[in-house]
């Protein structure tokens, strides 16, 4: 069975909240999320990565492009990357760009949909709606204590 998952990440790949904030952050999710307060079987996780750790759109991924030179960037290649930075997450998140060579950042390629790296996150399975709204983005991100991203994840 195929799953849906939202995920909440800061903006910066290193930063982590405090558990608190973490926690925070996952109940209002659970309200923009699902409509809450109610029983329902509501699905949050949030992760404190020791390293950090690749947050990848799954199925959704249609194309990634190099900020460098423009071109596309194989799927084979982000793939590999993901499987062997599966365990150990990524020591640095530096790279050459694999289609023209020059030195870029993993975080600064251009993923669509977005995908991105996270020592925190905040996955919300199967949500009742498909992105959070600016505003909504915003408030989140001031619960945490520092800007975040969404990601949208087909598994
Ligand atoms: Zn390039």
Redesign the pocket.
């Given at each position: 069975m195929s799953e849906d998952v939202l995920s909440v990440i800061p903006t910066d790949p290193l930063w982590q909240p405090e558990r608190s904030a973490g926690e925070r952050l996952a109940a209002v999710l659970a309200e923009l999320a699902f409509g809450l307060p109610s029983e329902a079987d509501v699905e949050i996780d949030i992760t404190w990565h020791d390293v950090v750790t690749a947050v990848d759109c799954g199925a959704n991924l249609e194309r990634i492009g190099?900020p460098?030179?423009g071109?596309s960037i194989d799927a084979g290649w982000w793939e590999d990357l993901l499987e062997s930075h599966a365990d150990d997450g990524f020591a640095t998140l530096a790279v050459d760009?694999p289609?023209?060579g020059?030195a870029t950042s993993l975080d600064a390629l251009l993923y669509d949909w977005p995908c991105g790296f996270a020592r925190f996150e905040a996955a919300v399975w199967n949500p009742e709606r498909t992105w959070f709204g600016d505003e909504e983005l915003a408030l989140l991100g001031s619960l945490l204590g520092h800007p975040v991203k969404q990601v949208r994840a087909h598994i």
């Open positions: 190099c460098l030179c071109d760009a289609c023209c020059g």
